[in-house]
């Protein structure tokens, strides 16, 4: 049986929350019952009725966890995601279940028709995906898993197979879509951030004539408050994005023109975000040390981290403010808008001092009040005009990057900050059902509950131990080899800080690694 189905059906008593054997009805067991109940065999939904297929940021947060109750099947999940990645490099946002029924959720399979549309760039043929991407946090969950088991993972080639899939992920990523010639990746979507109905996006989807509204049918709203969820408008917007970018045949290269290839053609929808870039630049930490792991002894992807480190600061950061704010490509210029997103790259610990300084600050400050005004950070700042702390993404505290925050809250000595965090966050993922989102006065359920990422990150959070004052909680600088259960959880902190790792995959026998 495995180990998840053991954990929601063995009634034991434990001495602590995250012992190997919990008692029935504890927050162990009950996040674990919510992955066995999203599983379908090969990956895990974020939500049965609202997300019935596999979402790509969601997979790696959910595996994040699941590594703790069965590295095999948080191994499965990755394996199940990237095993439809197209041939130019990118992986797709969505993979599609085939037995779900097309009028579960929209845009279905025959909106992207991937196999068709998406044929010059490579997607596959045998399974139906959409054709846009989310955040990059693949390599660091890969990596992670790795470390759970890392005798289960060497038995099964786990690594040397995610390898250069990642790689060729992270080269489309950094080649493709470059879109503002600064070296940062741009999302062409607001899907794509993740964080869709967010605020920033305003400004740019202005310039989008939004699709007819007879043209689709909103299935969200079926699951979901129309008050808590996008506008028509802005759905609609939405659609004729994701259409357009289909009939262009998913062709990055159309968002380029002039002689440097650089600029971006007027009236489209290209942004250089935040936390998509931070996510990108700790994977590329991680796949140095997956590179290690396999033999390698170059430093090409840490120089490479600290190289986007310095465009991210660069390109993104307002001194003034105190934070990062996403970039408009098309229009120019930062969008004045304060979101989470802006906050995410405190996890990295390549920032200099001051910025992490005033990143710290700015977290418990008026626009997120972190500890002050709310109980969790809100996805948009609280004295913004679009602040709604029910509607999705423009005001509701989420459980992805609450873990985003106390791992870099942590990661720079903000200890008793980051552990006040990490107690609220378990409380209010157990009291609210594992909510997709919650409201950041009050804790109040948004959104559907027994959501996949927020069990999978109470987990991730149960297994870590507490801070013990100096910085370091949750950070595992020992041996690789050791096995999981006489171990405490890696955290991001220690996937960035080793400096030995490489890229240098071929001359170590490593294949695969150069698509196109």
Same mark, same amino acid.
């Given at each position: ?109 025959? @909106? ?17 995906? *959409? ?21 289960? *993972? ?43 109905? *967010? ?69 489209? @929808? ?47 950061? &307002?001194?003034?403010?105190?934070? @990062? ?13 304060? *979101? ?135 950070? &595992? ?34 294949k695969g690694g150069d698509r196109p």
């Open positions: 049986m495995d180990r998840t189905a053991q954990l929601t059906a063995r009634p034991t008593q434990p001495t602590i929350a995250y012992d190997p054997a919990p008692a029935a009805g504890s927050l162990h067991v009950r996040a674990a019952r919510v992955l066995e109940d999203n599983w379908t065999g090969t990956s895990t939904v974020p939500s049965r009725e609202l997300y019935p297929h596999q979402w790509s940021w969601d997979s790696a947060f959910i595996a994040i966890g699941l590594r703790h109750l069965s590295p095999l099947r948080a191994q499965t999940e990755l394996e199940t995601l990237l095993s439809a990645q197209w041939g130019d490099g990118r992986i797709p946002h969505i993979v599609f279940n085939p037995s779900v029924p097309l009028d579960a959720y929209f845009p279905s399979p025959d @909106f992207w028709r991937s196999s068709t549309a998406g044929r010059a760039a490579g997607a596959p043929r045998t399974v139906q995906t *959409s054709g846009i991407v989310q955040p990059p946090v693949h390599a660091l969950a890969v990596w992670l898993v790795h470390r759970a088991d890392p005798g289960l *993972s060497r038995a099964r080639g786990f690594l040397a197979r995610m390898y250069p899939r990642l790689a060729a992920w992270h080269r489309y990523l950094l080649h493709r879509r470059d879109l503002g010639g600064g070296s940062l990746a741009s999302v062409v979507h607001p899907w794509e951030q993740g964080m869709d109905n *967010s605020p920033c996006w305003d400004a740019p989807l202005s310039r989008i004539t939004p699709a007819p509204a007879r043209s689709f049918r909103r299935a969200d709203l079926d699951h979901g408050a129309a008050e808590d969820r996008p506008t028509d408008l802005d759905y609609g917007r939405y659609v004729r994005l994701a259409a357009d970018y289909r009939d262009r045949e998913y062709r990055d290269t159309d968002y380029r023109d002039g002689p440097a290839g650089r600029r971006v053609t007027a009236g489209r @929808f290209a942004v250089e975000d935040p936390a998509f870039n931070a996510l990108l630049i700790a994977s590329e930490h991680a796949l140095a040390r997956i590179a290690r792991e396999l033999g390698a002894t170059g430093t090409a992807r840490h120089a490479r981290a600290e190289r986007l480190t310095a465009a991210l600061i660069d390109r993104l950061w &307002d001194p003034a403010e105190g934070m @990062f704010f996403c970039r408009d490509v098309c229009g120019g210029g930062l969008i004045p808008e304060r *979101s989470v997103s802006g906050l995410v790259p405190l996890l990295l610990p390549g920032l200099p001092r001051d910025v992490a300084a005033a990143l710290t600050a700015t977290v418990g400050g008026p626009h997120f009040g972190l500890g002050v005004t709310t109980r969790l950070v809100p996805s948009y700042d609280l004295l913004g005009e679009a602040f709604d702390p029910h509607r999705y993404w423009r005001g509701p505290a989420w459980f992805n990057t609450g873990w985003l925050l106390e791992q870099g809250l942590r990661t720079h000595g903000a200890t008793e900050r980051a552990g006040a965090l990490r107690a609220t966050l378990l409380s209010s993922a157990g009291d609210s059902g594992f909510a997709e989102y919650v409201d950041p006065y009050t804790g109040e359920a948004c959104g559907a509950q027994g959501f996949g990422w927020t069990a999978a990150l109470t987990l991730d959070l149960l297994h870590e131990p507490l801070a013990g004052g100096d910085g370091e909680a949750g950070v &595992d600088g020992g041996s690789e080899t050791s096995d999981t259960s006489a171990k405490s959880v890696t955290s991001v902190t220690s996937v960035t800080s080793d400096r030995n790792g490489t890229d240098d995959m071929r001359s170590k026998g490593v």
